[in-house]
């Protein structure tokens, strides 16, 4: 069965620091993650993807994530980040059965809070 | 274009009670799925549907159930309510392929008392 593991759940950082959250998947099949993000108040929306080709994708406000295969993992990165970052940021992996989509397992969540 | 919509945004109910989600995907979107987020569970996967097939559904008990309609709008229902069962139900949509990026709802945040 798949699974998502995110082993922070609760980051606090000041203005300008750098940030990486982990983010380790098991699957067996073809594997495209996501990091989606729910800032306070606001419904989940996509920050990035990875579907296939170049394994450091970038997203959205300056994100990006790096997947590596031989660690099953996907972990995002900002190298500097801003107040209006704080929000909670998720990571999911979406598969498929048989009779075709579709399930999207997500991780647990990390809640960011970025400290001016 | 419009986004996804849910309604209604906030109910209370009492155990025992049931109570119907609705869900107006993006025009063109034939998937709809749903999902129970929690603070302690995160989102947890309920069911898809794809042009009125449930193609898939997670490990939740009979009492959560779902249909797809022909203009693919959507509907949960919870039977029989619990206390547990007080969570944000969440719905999303998309083309229906595993790279397509999910769109969500503002939720539905149901409180059982």
């Known amino acids: 069965a798949q699974s998502v593991s995110q082993h922070n759940h609760h980051v606090i950082l000041s203005e300008a620091a750098s940030l990486e959250l982990g983010c380790n998947y098991s699957?067996?099949?073809?594997?495209?993650l996501f990091w989606y993000v729910q800032y306070p108040g606001q419904h989940l929306q996509l920050l990035l993807k990875y579907f296939s080709g170049d394994p450091l994708v970038k997203g959205i406000k300056g994100f990006e994530a790096e997947f590596i295969k031989s660690k099953f993992s996907f972990n995002l990165r900002k190298p500097s980040v801003q107040w209006s970052d704080t929000a909670e940021y998720f990571c999911?992996?979406?598969?498929?059965?048989?009779?075709?989509?579709?399930?999207?397992?997500f991780g647990t969540g990390t809640k960011l809070q970025v400290i001016p | 274009k419009a986004g996804v919509t849910q309604t209604p945004r906030y109910l209370i109910k009492t155990r025992g009670q049931q109570v119907t989600l609705s869900c107006s995907p993006i025009?063109?979107?034939?998937?709809v799925s749903w999902y129970q987020q929690t603070p302690g569970q995160g989102l947890q996967f309920l069911f898809e549907?794809?042009?009125?097939?449930?193609?898939n559904k997670g490990n939740f008990p009979g009492r959560f159930s779902g249909r797809q309609f022909s203009n693919s709008r959507s509907e949960m229902n919870v039977s029989t309510l619990e206390l547990g069962d007080s969570a944000l139900y969440l719905c999303a949509s998309n083309d229906g392929t595993l790279s397509g990026e999910l769109f969500f709802g503002e939720g539905s945040r149901l409180t059982v008392l």
């Open positions: 999911a992996l979406p598969t498929g059965n048989s009779g075709g989509y579709q399930k999207v397992t």
């Open positions: 699957y067996g099949g073809t594997v495209n």
């Open positions: 549907y794809f042009s009125e097939t449930q193609r």
């Open positions: 025009s063109g979107h034939r998937s």
